[in-house]
């Protein structure tokens, strides 16, 4: 009997769904000179599928790429050239450390650290993001150190 | 939706799944060219909109992603549910129907319905098997019908893990519980327990202790039906004219047995079944119960068959162990001396040079065994003192102290404080250094005492 899930999930409908919603951000993330082509949008889906198997996890809806642009589109370290790089880097970043943190942080909470850190103590960098502030992130999360959501990266604090 | 199904369809409902219901149905449906491949997508599709809306209520609305183990155990609890309502249409047609026209969120709500009910039920079946409970020294009985079912009402959660037993049901019924799952699986052992139950109910549980005793003399300690043994004595009772209460064979008996059985299949299934009726009227056992007990003849008869081959029909039949069990002795260990005269003891037994003097102090001061330990275990007693109290006791005492500290090994002893442990070991290398017959007279003893406190 056919009830497994992976390839239900996959399927062509919600994947021109999504590409449909990604395209339709556009609209927000013009503003700032940033948009994605149809190709571009696949690519991301791409990233969004693999990156949900090798953390082994289901997603359900539209999920987080939209979230991802309209979050992040207002960065000034993100540009046309480097757009759609940081997303796919983005995505990578956002199911791994979903999954390290043991679905400890809501999606909306997780983004809004990724782009605090990222406009603030990283500068822009996404291997900063990923090798520091979300490590410590995880560090909090599961061991003993309260999360909170509003503290400064570390970089802020050292700074002050 | 089209709808390709007409009253006289063609599932077999022995082939379809009990765990599985719903899958089942689908699949054998489609196997039968009742439901079209396009069909079978729309009501997946239905399904994993539902499984959506259910990640969203599990992540609390927080996250759209969930792990893939978590989704697969969502949507097993989700089609379970979806069974439990399904199963309650009698002819499986009429379900694969419903499976088509109805959207699987109705009929995952009238499981969810269904399973609050079974489980509201099942509750207080538990409540009053829990309060009617046989009185039997058998470990596995009380802790798996007692505490893992209560195990299980405190973890199951019929909105995410409907299919989940949770406990390993170690205790075996009469009837083997195989193919099915969640609250169903719970509702039926309880109903088989129950009825076992019942049944234990009509015996003393001296006449049961004596016969589970012939079947192991460490029958408290394994996991087994208790109810089948009690059950052929009293059939075997019931067929040789028997008070069928006293549950009381001897070898003339079992040899009487195996002449009436004959040897062919038939005859032992008539035979048993003659006695189950015998056994209603003399135990006044309820229509529903003697059903139970019908309905597994059919693996009496081949155990009985088995043991006429090989010559142990002794074995399926029991012969009560009335004579052999030693008569339990209850013993106790005393009170104990208060705190501020214990430490004074201490204190003095602390300046003993030698073991006569710890042996003088001790005599004067200790009139209880529980004192007589405390001293043992606690006073830092160099090993010549320990043997030197030790030696004071009789065997009989040995015993009791035997009874209390069995010999232990690896992690159990390990469990011990230290003075304990150390207490422990020079306690059996003064057992094992007292003659083979004395040491084997302690062990027979020990095994009848029961320590009270």
Sequence with gaps: MSFELIPFLGGQLAERQTITEIIESNDVSSRFGLTLTENQAAALIQTRAESLAENGRIEFGGGIIKRLIYEFCDSPFINAGNYEQTLHELIELFYSYKSQTRDMIGDDELIAYMKKSFDGACQGSVELLADRELDRLTRCLIGDRTFDPDEQPLEDMEEE | ?453
């Design chain 2, 1 to 453: 939706m089209e709808i390709s199904l007409s009253k006289t369809g063609v599932l077999n409902r022995e082939a379809l799944s009990g765990e599985h219901y719903y899958a089942s149905l689908v699949e054998q449906g489609r196997a039968c060219g009742l439901i079209s491949n396009a069909q079978v997508e729309a009501t997946q599709s239905d399904c994993m909109n539902m499984l959506a809306k259910m990640v969203a209520v599990y992540n609390r609305g927080a996250s759209c992603s969930v792990r893939a183990d978590v989704a697969q155990e969502l949507l097993k609890s989700l089609l379970y549910t979806a069974g439990v309502s399904l199963k309650m249409f009698d002819d499986p047609n009429d379900a694969l129907a419903a499976i088509m026209t109805e959207p699987f969120e109705k009929l995952y709500n009238n499981g969810i319905e269904l399973i609050n009910r079974m489980l509201c039920t099942t509750k207080l079946l538990h409540a009053r098997l829990s309060r009617e409970l046989f009185d039997t020294p058998n470990e596995f009985y009380r802790s798996t019908v007692i505490d893992g079912i209560i195990g299980f009402f405190k973890l199951y959660r019929p909105e995410f893990s409907a299919h989940e037993i949770h406990i390993t049901a170690d205790y075996p019924t009469y009837h083997t519980m195989k193919d099915i799952a969640g609250i169903e699986f719970i509702k039926r052992y309880l109903n088989y327990l129950y009825y076992e139950n019942t049944f234990l109910k009509r015996f003393s549980p001296e006449y049961v202790h004596r016969l589970l005793y012939a079947y192991d003399k460490n029958y408290t300690e394994l996991l087994f039906n208790i109810f089948e043994p009690v059950l052929l004595c009293a059939l075997g009772c019931a067929l040789l004219d028997r008070n069928v209460r006293a549950l009381s064979l001897n070898p003339g008996d079992v040899a009487r047995l195996e002449a009436l059985f004959g040897g062919a299949e038939e005859n032992i299934a008539e035979s048993l079944l003659c006695a189950v009726d015998k056994l209603g009227s003399q135990l006044a056992l309820t229509g529903a119960l003697l059903q139970y007990i019908r309905s597994g003849i059919g693996k009496l008869v081949m155990e009985i068959k088995c043991a006429l081959t090989s010559g142990t029909l002794d074995r399926v039949f029991l012969i009560g162990r009335q004579h052999d069990q030693p008569q339990q002795v209850n013993y106790s260990f005393g009170g104990k001396m208060d705190d501020e005269h214990f430490r004074s003891v201490i204190s003095e037994l602390l300046l003993c040079r030698n073991s006569d003097s710890v042996l003088n102090v001790v005599k004067e001061n200790v009139r209880s065994l529980a004192d007589f330990e405390d001293i043992l275990i606690d006073a830092e007693l160099s090993s010549e003192a320990v043997v030197a109290l030790l030696g004071e006791l009789t065997p009989a005492e040995l015993a009791v102290f035997c009874k209390k500290f069995p010999s232990l090994s690896g992690d159990d002893l390990k469990a011990l404080r230290e003075n304990e442990a150390r207490f422990l070991l020079r306690f059996n290398d003064y057992l094992n250094s007292l003659p083979p017959d004395r040491r084997d007279w302690i062990a027979r003893t020990a095994e009848a005492l029961r320590i009270t406190e």
